[in-house]
């Protein structure tokens, strides 16, 4: 069990770094452009690992199609919601309201897995809702609004992301033989699929973008790619996969929050907010009640 704990928080400093990158993207260039491109990176380094690997295992039409379905709600509808939420509201504060999360996962499988559901996880979102409350406040005091599309787009996000983690584990219940790249293989390829059939509705210029940015533009969002997608995919597959309890895996994995929040600071070269730091004492708070 501890294995699985040390892949979940190697899944979320590896994401608390490409987020950076995928915050400043997003703001210059589109979250949906940002999305295509890392899922296409990520397709094609998981693909190439699967290569190194020896190839591909045989996999059920209905095995892919929950990958592929798990893909498009995890890395393509939650992203597009997390990243419009990055760029609006920053990185820190929307993984703070990942706390959210362990509550839905927990629920969900209490009632998909038959596991244990804590009375805990109720009381802890409260102090996310301040959290969510101080979010708002900090903004109406700065821009005049309460900013609810920020929190809606990350709430959003965070829910879509749930619900792909619990189809992602039901579709390795269903494929014993098939190992972790794989399954990031075909979810990466289902968010992909999802932003080929977007780009048709809503055009976002993806080839004509990356002769834009230029070679230093592209070198560094690849490299927010490798560490934010493909890397802690790789990670976060394996400790969902092997993990007893999805809802504290969750829950570990919102220590990204904490990551996120000092390389933001640091990105950004200033001190944190007095309203970050005090939504941070609140989602300590409401931590306390996950554990």
């Given at each position: ?254 220590t990204g929050t904490i990551f996120a929040s000092a390389f933001e600071c640091l ?25």
């Amino acid at each position: 069990m501890e294995q699985v704990y040390v892949y979940a928080l190697a899944a979320n400093l590896s994401f608390a770094v490409g987020v950076q990158f995928f915050t400043h993207y997003a703001r210059r260039v589109s979250s949906l452009w940002v999305n295509c491109f890392k899922g296409a990176v990520a397709a094609a380094l998981f693909a190439l690992t699967l290569l190194a690997q020896g190839g591909f295992h045989a996999v059920s039409p209905g095995a892919a199609a929950l990958f592929f379905a798990s893909g498009m709600m995890g890395l393509g509808l939650a992203d597009i919601f997390l990243i419009k939420a990055f760029s609006l509201m920053g990185p820190g504060r929307t993984m703070m309201l990942f706390g959210f999360q362990p509550l839905i996962i927990g629920a969900v499988s209490y009632f998909a897995f038959g596991q244990a559901l804590e009375a805990g996880k109720v009381y802890a979102v409260l102090f996310f809702i301040v959290c969510l409350f101080i979010f708002s406040l900090e903004s109406f005091k700065k821009q005049g609004h309460w900013n609810a599309r920020a929190s809606l787009y990350a709430l959003g996000g965070v829910a879509l992301d749930g619900l792909g983690v619990l189809v992602t584990r039901y579709a390795f219940n269903a494929s014993p033989g098939l190992n972790t790249v794989e399954g990031n293989f075909y979810r990466a390829l289902g968010a992909l699929l999802l932003f080929a059939a977007l780009s048709r509705v809503k055009p976002f210029h993806f080839f004509a973008k990356i002769k834009e940015l230029g070679g230093r533009s592209l070198l560094w969002i690849t490299l927010g790619s490798v560490a934010g997608t493909y890397l802690s995919l790789m990670f976060y597959l394996s400790a969902i996969r092997y993990s007893g309890a999805l809802a504290a895996v969750s829950g570990i994995a919102i220590t990204g929050t904490i990551f996120a929040s000092a390389f933001e600071c640091l990105a950004e070269r200033k001190l944190p907010s007095r309203y970050l730091l005090a939504s941070f004492a609140f989602f300590l708070a409401g931590m306390a009640f996950l554990f």
